[in-house]
């Protein structure tokens, strides 16, 4: 297995419609981005910031279909989901890919990924990105050492849970789904559900808060 790192410029976060999302929170002191989950056009990412952001800045912001913040002393962080059909016109969701995201570093102009998969694999990523409008530059390409995945911190059954919920729109402004109709989807009581989708959040922001990722 291979991990690289490729820049996204200001501009091609521009081309993939994510250029305002990025510089409001880089206002705020952007600290980290991670993605949770992605599927087509929609992703749900957690951001941290040194300071909270003007919601209503916040809620400008078109491609931010749904948003809710978590305290962490005197930063902030963020749960968002992001839907840009930019990403969704030929750039396959990771989960059907055979790439996996590692990290999502801010930058001063722009943001590094690193994404870990094959040698063969991580080129069609970059191709990928490239045919959706960003010339994405790479920075490194060298042996992967290790996983670091943020949704580690969560069970099977609440990542189980957390990706139903985000495929159905549960995330979504307004809902698209509700508890009881993910827990009839997986054979599942709502409030089973709920408890899932409750511990699964917690979790995943107690490991990202611990860690000062």
Known sequence: M???TIHLSDAELAALGLRDLVALFRDAGLRRVSE???????CLLVVGVDEAVAEDRLDAISD????????????????????????????????????SQRSIEPTGEGLD?????????????VREY?????????RTISDYEGPDDPLDATTERQREVLEA???????DVPRAATTEAIGDALDLDASTVREHLQRAQRNVFAALLADGR
């Open 165 to 171: 919920a985000f495929e159905r729109g549960y995330f």
């Open 113 to 125: 990924v690193t994404i870990v998969g094959s040698h063969e694999s991580l080129g069609e990523r």
């Open 130 to 138: 490239e045919a959706a409008g960003a010339d994405v530059l790479l």
């Open 36 to 42: 949770l989950q992605c599927r087509g056009s929609g």
């Open 64 to 99: 931010v279909t749904w948003w809710e913040r978590v305290d962490d002393g005197g930063s902030a962080t963020y749960l968002c989901k992001v839907a840009v059909s930019e990403i969704g016109e030929g750039v396959d969701p990771y989960h059907e890919t055979e790439v």
């Open 2 to 4: 291979r991990e690289a």
